[in-house]
């Protein structure tokens, strides 16, 4: 059956979408936002399992995600934003965000249909002479990622051939802290404008940050299982190379003149946000593990303050 599937477009298909697409552009609202970061760099950090639970949330007194609240200040931070993944997860959300596209529920769009034409952020911003380039300290095959990406519209593409482990490897890749410091001098040699996709995997599962690395020290006293103390420490652990991160931006003089759009890719797994007493109404069920932070810092622009407007993947 999978080998005989249909999958093409008709031309009643294709003339139904090309309709509705229209009477969409057409209604689009304008807003007093429209236009202020024209021209600047974009850099999409995509962190890995990172839930808007954590978000302003403490433990013993102690901030869980400090970089990540104060960033919040700085900018627009959308606390009713939702994930959209199917099996790809990871790979689900990239195409979502970059498409505004559904994923599929059966099988990987990245991987079954890496060579259709896509109208993606990275292409639309070529047409605007911006230079599309991809980070993540994976090999490139995979999720089927150097196939799509040309596909999207990416220039370039910097996996683990154009990173060097000199500390502990964290889920057997470098960690975050590493990986961005080895990215801060590749962002600056980019050719401008530039838009630059900016993938984490420290946070993935298992959750296993070596002891060296913690920046946490949740305590084993019962409050969470094994899974959800990890959990807490893997994103502690992302959020404090996140700020380096961005200090990084700053010491480069890349900060001032980028919208750094900042989101979770999915949820954790582990529900944490009902133990966090983020949701009490458990009726929401996978609606709480699936909402996700999405932050928006352009500086000197005006944009700030906090938006419970529903949105997902689809919106960014």
Known sequence: GYAFRKTALNADDLSFAL???????????????????????????????????????????????????????????FRNYYTQVGPGNTADAEFVTQNSIYPLSNTVAFIDYAHNTYTALPRILNDYGYHTVVFHDDTPTFWNRSNVYP??????????????????????????????????????ALPRPFMATV?????????????????????????????????L????????????????????????????????????????????????DPSLGDLTTNRVPLLIIAPGTGLRGSRLTPGSHLDL
């Open 233 to 280: 420490e893997s994103i502690a652990y992302t959020d404090h190379a996140i700020g380096t991160f961005i200090e990084g931006l700053r010491a480069s003089d890349l900060y001032d003149n980028a919208v750094i759009v900042i989101f979770g890719d999915h949820g954790s797994f582990s529900d944490i946000a009902h133990i966090l007493g983020t949701s009490t």
């Open 151 to 188: 596909s999207l519209g990416y220039d370039e593409i910097r996996s683990e051939e154009y990173y060097v482990a000199t500390g502990t490897k964290i889920q057997g890749h470098i960690g975050d802290r590493e990986f961005f410091a080895q990215t801060i001098p590749m962002l600056a």
């Open 19 to 77: 309709e509705w697409f229209q009477d969409r552009v057409s209604t689009t609202a304008q807003t007093h936002w429209n236009g202020v970061a024209k021209g600047r760099n974009v850099i999409l950090l995509q962190v890995e399992s990172l839930e808007q639970s954590v978000i302003n949330e403490r433990i013993d007194g102690k901030e869980i995600t400090p970089t990540l609240n104060n960033l919040a200040k700085q900018g627009l931070l």
């Open 199 to 231: 993938i984490t995997i420290s946070s993935h599962t298992p959750f296993h940050i070596p002891p060296e690395e913690l920046v946490l020290a949740v305590p084993h006293d019962g409050r969470f299982t094994e899974r959800q103390r990890a959990y």
